[in-house]
């Protein structure tokens, strides 16, 4: 008679309704009024909704019937494991048995075994053996007005132990619509376990705060998305967790685009960028890459970044590398279709015209990101001395 919908119907935010059929009405049962329902939780027959989960700097869990069964059953569990999160991942028929994943900011993940019946609980196995004994840096939603008084989030993750004097590494997600979220992240606990504070900014365009947070993004790639990460870099200098000068920005894909386009137009601000699978000519990502293929590739690209060639131009990276005066990383796996290695060749081509230095590693077998374990370590492993080479601990 009826089914569930994950819409933004009538709202900014994205929640959960209930659609009837007969009568053709939404009917909402749940939207946050500060960010976007992340997922709804589901029956194990796929049929109820029982609760869902928010990310408002950490995560919450609504539930919208205390009274299902397994409503009970996950409430309990949050109650064994606060301020963590829990997941579910699999239950026997008769919900007696679940397999339980619970993971924090410090806590790099653990599978349990829980009977329903009796209320044991019983550990599995860790999903990093090797991090059971190691101390875990805490990682703190933060927040702070742009240069344009939006209010921009954030996660803040201070080296343990470390003196106020620690350098800082901006890290930058990708796509620009997705966003960082609040949990265990190995790279983040790889620069804080190194002496490095760790900021992480879900800029305008993210994902999560809403239609018109993430709209805001749009066609900005080159300025208020890089503000907001120029302010949220010069605020963190603000509250003590580092200085300009020692301070290094770090990304992914559109994050390497942002390592350096940041860079550029602030040249004061970092002393080294790393850019790993970036995009730095903006035109070809209209003749390169996956995107283009996509049935709505082409339509996605021009709302997000517009199609004048001149204006593509102005807001590629490449077209800036003159006032670049960060110490330079670039990785680029040479599989990469989503951000063809064209783009990375673009960009060394463009410094080595105005004679910047950079350094330079190409991954033969590697596409969008790391996934092969040994490229992982020789990332972790580029990225560590580069780091140590040019920021004082």
């Avoid at 059971?132 to 007005?145: G, W, Y």
Wanted: aromatic residues 10%; charged residues 20%.
């Amino acid at each position: 008679k009826s089914v569930f919908v994950f819409d933004n119907f009538q709202s900014d935010k994205s929640g959960v309704f209930q659609f009837e059929i007969a009568t053709q009405k939404m009917k909402e049962l749940i939207v946050d009024k500060n960010v976007d329902i992340t997922y709804p939780i589901m029956s194990v027959d796929k049929r109820q909704i029982y609760a869902v989960r928010v990310d408002d700097g950490k995560p919450a869990y609504l539930l919208l019937n205390g009274e299902h069964p397994e409503a009970k059953i996950f409430k309990e569990l949050l109650g064994a494991f606060p301020g963590e999160d829990v997941q579910i991942t699999s239950m026997t028929d008769d919900a007696s048995k679940l397999v339980v994943h619970v993971s924090s900011d410090i806590n790099s993940g653990a599978f349990y075994l829980f009977n329903n019946q009796t209320g044991d609980l019983a550990k599995l196995s860790s999903t990093y053996p090797h991090l059971a004994k190691t101390a875990l840096a805490a990682m703190e939603p933060i927040q702070f007005k742009a240069r344009d008084g939006m209010t921009i989030h954030g996660y803040l993750t201070k080296a343990p132990q470390a003196s106020k004097e620690a350098p800082l590494v901006v890290l930058v997600h990708g796509g620009p619509k997705a966003r960082d979220y609040w949990g265990y992240n190995p790279e983040v606990q790889m620069l804080a376990l190194s002496g490095y504070n760790v900021l992480q900014v879900n800029y305008r365009g993210s994902k999560g705060y809403g239609e018109l947070y993430e709209l805001a993004g749009d066609r900005h790639w080159a300025d208020k998305i890089q503000y907001d990460i120029i302010d949220g870099t010069k605020w963190a200098f603000a509250q003590g967790h580092g200085k300009a000068g020692n301070a290094c920005i770090v990304g992914a894909s559109f994050g390497g685009y942002s390592a350096v386009m940041a860079s550029t137009i602030e040249p004061d601000l970092y002393k080294c960028a790393i850019a790993t699978a970036g995009v730095y000519d903006m035109n070809l990502m209209y003749s390169h890459g996956d995107i283009k293929q996509i049935t709505w590739g082409e339509a996605f690209l021009e709302r997000v970044i517009g199609k004048d060639p001149a204006v593509l131009q102005q807001t590629s990276p490449t077209s800036h590398v003159a006032k670049l005066k960060a110490s330079l990383l670039i990785m680029h796996g040479k599989r990469d279709d989503r951000a063809p290695i064209e783009h990375a060749e673009a960009l060394k081509d463009a410094l080595e015209k105005v004679n910047k230095p950079y350094d330079w590693y190409e991954f033969n077998d590697e596409a969008h990101g790391f996934y092969d374990a040994e490229n992982q370590a020789q990332y972790m492993s580029h990225m560590q001395q580069f780091l140590q080479k040019n920021l004082k601990i």
